[in-house]
């Protein structure tokens, strides 16, 4: 029995992700059986039906001891605002889902503090009186340089720096006496009551990724040149990771050895699988769901046989366009039509009615019961939250199939090494005919 295949279908652990031209920030990864997810942190409501709000108003009041009780970092000079980096242990009690290690301050009493230097943002503090109104937002992708704490169980330690300069990417301590002659004790039991409203800091996912035909990689794009401690995993249809960065050596290797792992029994690629001792092999399922299994003699062949299935998949999606399949939505009978330049509509079969729409780009990932239902998930644009969709068809291995073609022919359009061959291609059969045009006149 290969105990490691048994032990490592599930892990889970704290990396640093890179999208696009952003500062890395920390995500978690969760490694289940047939998907990678990627979590982000957020704030939500959690008073009645949870939501997420942008921005939230908290309101604090200076104590004679301990002060304000925060610490923070960041800045415009950094490119983003000033953050909360810790909050002390008699704060934290009162603040409890109120005020949160990683809230960016975005106004100090109705002064817009969002793009104000570090320095600047701990004067208006110092000088805002006792009791302050902070709006904050929860910077989801705080920069990894910021070295925030993932939970509020970091505690910063009274000190007074009512002089002396403060710096961005230190904890600067709010815990100043703001009136000298003040001799009232301020407990925080004398802290203005709490709104209704309680929120609460939570692992929320940001990127699904079907490891089903999936591929990792460590290199840069088109070149021999690994990354260090870092990879990204690329779904079959094209959906990317993003670069997922370790933060050691040892758990970079761990985690490629465990997604190699899940990959390997989901797609069934070791040599015991094959049907016979021949190399260049492949399996084309049909519409019900049957494998076809052929062989080739040369590799050349076999790239050749996969040119022609993309090409060929290509042009009758080009064809096409559009295809409409019948489903049901809680006992109702609905339409889902797959778009080529729109994506996904779903409607009801008798009004017409569009109940959801979403692009390709907007599919994060999916599954199936083997049977008959789909889930789809989606991200909402707006929110950047998962959606999950499901419907049920009488057809599952129909749909499945339209919509691989329909995603391989996007990827395809992407793909400059696929549309210069058919450019090249379509040029060839160009001149061939004018060629036999000419001969024949």
């Known amino acids: ?23 890395p920030f920390k995500v978690r990864l969760h490694l289940a059986k047939d998907i990678l997810m990627i979590q982000e942190q957020d704030v939500i409501c959690v008073s009645g039906e949870p939501f997420y709000s942008g921005e939230r ?35 934290r009690a009162e603040l409890s889902g109120l005020l949160f290690i990683g809230d960016a301050i975005l106004q100090i009493n109705g002064i817009n503090v969002r793009k104000c230097r570090h320095e600047e943002v701990v004067q208006v503090l110092r000088n805002a009186g006792e ?24 505690a910063c330690a009274p000190s007074d720096q009512s002089s002396g300069t403060s710096s961005p990417l230190c904890d600067s301590g709010l815990h100043l006496n703001y009136h000298p002659n003040n001799t009232d004790t301020l407990s925080c039991s004398s802290w203005p009551t709490s709104p209704g409203l309680r929120w609460e800091k939570r692992w929320c996912d940001l990127r699904l990724i079907p490891l089903l035909h999936s591929r990792f990689s460590q290199y840069l794009p088109g070149t021999d040149l690994s990354r260090q401690n870092a ?17 050691s050596a040892e758990d970079c290797i761990d985690w490629l050895q465990a997604i190699a792992t899940n990959i390997s029994n989901l797609t069934k690629h070791n040599d015991s699988d094959l049907l016979d001792r021949r190399k260049h092999c492949f399996t084309v399922q049909s519409e019900s769901g049957e494998d076809l299994y052929f062989s080739v003699e040369l590799e050349s062949d076999l ?13 009758e999606v080009e064809r096409i366009q559009c295809k409409t399949y019948a489903c049901v939505l809680e006992s109702h009978l609905m339409g889902l039509t797959i778009d080529f330049s729109t994506g996904f509509i779903c409607f009801d079969a008798a009004t017409k009615a569009v109940l ?17 239902k789909i889930k789809f998930l989606f991200q909402n644009p707006d929110t950047k939250q998962i959606e999950a969709k499901e419907l049920e068809f009488s057809n599952l291995f129909a749909v499945l ?35 036999k045009a000419k001969y024949t006149t």
């Not at 290969?2 to 889970?12: P, Q, V």
């Not at 009041?61 to 923070?72: A, H, K």
């Not at 009791?131 to 990894?144: M, Q």
């Not at 692009?359 to 083997?370: A, E, I, M, T, V």
């Open 401 to 435: 199939h339209c919509i691989h073609s329909f995603f391989a022919a996007k990827v395809a359009c992407l793909d400059p090494l696929f549309l210069g061959n058919q450019a090249s291609a379509s040029a060839a059969t160009s001149s061939a005919t004018t060629s």
């Open 1 to 23: 029995m290969d105990f490691r295949t048994a032990c490592e279908e599930t892990k889970t652990g704290i990396c640093l992700l890179q999208d696009g031209n952003q500062e």
């Open 303 to 315: 790239a050749q046989w996969e040119r022609a299935f993309q090409t060929a998949t290509f042009l």
């Open 356 to 372: 959801w729409r979403y692009k390709f780009s907007q599919l994060k990932g999916s599954s199936d019961d083997g049977k008959s």
């Open 131 to 154: 009791e302050v109104n902070l709006t904050v937002s929860f910077l989801k992708r705080a920069p990894a340089f910021l070295k925030l704490p993932l939970n509020e169980d970091c």
């Open 231 to 247: 990879f990204q995993v690329i779904a079959v249809d094209g959906v990317c990771s993003g670069i997922i960065q370790c933060l």
């Open 57 to 91: 108003t908290v309101t604090i009041r200076r104590q004679t001891v301990g002060g304000f009780g925060l610490s923070i970092k960041g800045g415009a000079e950094h490119n983003i605002p000033v953050v909360v980096s810790k909050i002390s242990k008699e704060q």
